[in-house]
């Protein structure tokens, strides 16, 4: 389920979306809105910001409540203002997790936060405790259905990709982060179905996990992934088979 090898991550993701569409949407309005407040409402100067239109559109957010959220964040229109914040921390079995969160009461979503780590035998740790334990990568996923591999595999190289999976219903392409805006739009233009255009932290190593021992670690992902507050969340395990266990 939420296995956090590239493919099992991104699985994970995309039921998640599909299923709480509606806070899909408030975590893009909430970056959208951060983006333009640090950068600016002009996406060809604002790197952040073009990447999360780029995102946006690839769940099908409405062009004006784009517009509109890039505007209050820029200060044209009234909004809230949030705050960004990293967490940082160890789940059950030492797994280490991290989280990007935006709010506006620091206080309260800390206090969530920890309790929720505690209570599925956790803990929040210091920042900089498991951050160097990821790396920043541009994850694009695109539907296999109707699509011509071989095609796309040149045109995402010819765009800047730097690697290229596939499973069964999607295909996942990687780039540096300063690229993954551009080259969804790349494969857009060119008639691909993009479907996810994101920053992602992909662990260097990873934790396995036995299947039949992951009962609080996959409950403490699902509620940190429902948390309102929390715009992204990685870790490192992966779970094997249950003939795998001690």
């Given at each position: ?10 699985k994970?993701?995309k039921?998640?979306q599909?299923?709480?569409r509606?806070?899909v949407f408030?975590?893009?309005?909430k ?19 073009r990447?999360?239109?780029?995102t ?5 957010m ?14 044209e229109l ?5 705050e ?8 059950p079995d030492?797994v280490a997790?991290i ?13 969530e936060i920890r309790?929720?780590?505690t ?7 210091e920042n900089?405790?498991?951050a ?9 996923i695109i ?7 071989e095609?796309?595999?040149?045109d995402?190289?010819e ?6 999976n ?10 540096n982060?300063s690229?993954?805006?551009e080259l969804a ?6 008639g691909y ?9 992909v ?17 403490l992902?699902d ?5 309102d507050d929390?715009?992204?969340?990685a ?6 088979s249950?003939?795998?266990a001690?």
């Open positions: 389920m939420a296995g956090h090898s590239k493919w099992a991550n991104i994970h993701k039921a998640a599909d299923s709480k509606g806070k408030t975590k893009i309005i970056e959208l809105m951060v983006a333009s407040k640090t950068g600016g409402s002009d996406p060809e100067a604002n790197p952040r910001l990447q999360a239109i780029s946006a559109k690839a769940a099908n409405p062009s004006d409540t784009i517009s509109r959220n890039v505007q209050k964040g820029a200060g009234e909004g809230v203002d949030y960004e914040l990293s967490y940082e921390g160890f789940g030492g997790i989280m990007d969160v935006m709010t506006d009461n620091k206080n309260r979503t800390v206090a309790h929720l780590m209570k599925f035998g956790g803990n929040l740790g900089g405790s498991v160097w334990m990821f790396k920043k990568l541009g994850q694009v539907k296999t259905e109707s699509t011509n591999e095609k796309l595999f040149n995402a190289l765009a800047g990709a730097d690697d290229f596939k499973d069964a219903s999607f295909f996942l392409i990687t780039s982060p690229l993954t805006a739009e790349d494969l857009v233009k060119k179905n993009v479907i996810s255009s994101k920053i992602e932290m662990p260097k190593n990873i934790v396995e996990i036995s299947e039949t021992e992951s009962s609080k670690l996959l409950s992902m509620k940190l992934e429902e948390h929390v715009q992204n969340i870790s490192n395990f992966q779970l094997t249950s003939s795998s001690s």
